[in-house]
C-alpha cells in the first residue's frame, strides 16, 4: 500500500510534469508558435542580460506578450484554487468558492467603476482590489455586529446580502454606460480575460498571490483543526475566531488580486479543490500543493484553448462554466460517502 505522503509526492510530481507541458504547448499554439528551447534560451537570456541571437518576434511573444499572460494564468489559478481549498475547510461547506463573501461582486464593481469614469486600465485594476478587499470588510463587520447567532452563517448571510447589493449596483453602472464604448468593456471584463495582461500587471499581482498562499500554508494545520468545529478548535488550544479571521482574509487577499488583472472567473475555486481533495485527501498539508498545481493547470489550460480555438478568442468565464459544470457533477457522483 502507498502511504499518504507518498500518494500527494506522486500527485505532485505528476501535476508538476502535466503544468511544464502544458506551459510549452501555450507558447507553441498561437500565430506565432515558438518551441521550448527557443522559449528556455529567451528567458535564461533575459535574465542574464545577454544577447539571444533570436528574432525580435519571437522575443516580443514570449517576454512581452505571451509569456506575462501565461504567468498570470499560473498565478490566478493557483491563488483561486488555494483560496477555494481554504474556503471550504473553514466554512466547512463543501460549496463554497473564494467569491461566496463578495470578493468577486465588489471587485466587480470597482473595475466597472473604473471604466464608467474612463479611468486608465491600472486605475481600473487597482480599484477592483481595492473594493473587493472593502466588501470582504464589511462582510466581516456585518458578521461581527451579531455576535448572538452562528458566526459562520452570519458570514456566509452577509456575503451573499453584500454581493447581492454590488450585483444591484453593477447593474445600474451597465444601464448609465456608453452603449458604444463602456458597455461593452464592462462585459468583456465581466466574463474575465487574460488578453490584456502585461508584465507590469503580473508583477503587480504576484505579491499578493503569493502573500495570500503563504499565509494559508502557513496556517494549514490550525485550518485541519478549525475544519473539524470551533468546540475541538478551542479544545486544542486554537483561537478559532482569530484563525477563521486570518485564512479568510488570506483567501481575500489572493482572490482580490487575481480578480483585479483577469475579471470574474468563476468554478476554478470550487471545482479544483475537490478534485485535488479526491487524490490527496482533505489534509491541508496535502491539499493546498496539489490545488496550487491543478488550479494553475486548469486555467492555462482554459486560456489556451480560449485563444487557441477559432479566430475569435472566448471568454475565460464561459470555458470554465462550461469545463466546470460536468466536472463538478463528476465529482459529485464520486464522493457517495461525503465530501471528507
Known sequence: MIGARTGALLVWAGAAVALLALVALAFAVGSYPVAPRAVLAIVLAALGGDSHGASADAEAVVLVIRGPRIVAALLVGAGLAVAGAAYQSVLRNPLVSPDILGVS??????????????????????????????????????????????????????????????????ALLKVLADPHNQLPAMTYWLLGSLAAVTPADSLAVAPAIAAGMAVLWLLRWR??????????????????????????????????????????IGWVGLVVPHLARLLTGPGSARLMPAAALLG?????????????????????????????TPLFLWILARARRGWQ
Open 223 to 264: 485550518i485541519d483543526v478549525l475544519s473539524m468545529g470551533d468546540e475541538e478548535a478551542r479544545a486544542l488550544g486554537v483561537d478559532a475566531g482569530r484563525v477563521r479571521v486570518a485564512a479568510l482574509a488570506a483567501a481575500t487577499l489572493a482572490t482580490a488580486a487575481a480578480v483585479s488583472v483577469c475579471g470574474v
Open 105 to 170: 461582486a465588489g471587485a466587480a464593481l470597482g473595475a466597472l467603476t473604473g471604466i464608467w469614469l474612463g479611468a486608465d486600465a491600472w486605475v481600473v485594476q487597482a480599484l477592483a482590489f481595492g473594493a473587493g478587499l472593502a466588501t470582504v470588510a464589511l462582510v466581516f463587520g456585518l458578521a461581527a455586529s451579531f455576535r448572538q447567532h452562528d458566526p459562520l452563517l452570519l458570514l456566509v448571510l452577509s456575503g451573499v446580502v453584500v454581493g447581492a447589493l454590488a450585483g444591484a449596483l453593477i
Open 296 to 324: 494553475a493547470g486548469f486555467l492555462l489550460a482554459v486560456d489556451t484553448v480560449a485563444r487557441g480555438v477559432g479566430t475569435t478568442e472566448l471568454p475565460l468565464g464561459v470555458l470554465t462554466a462550461l469545463i466546470g
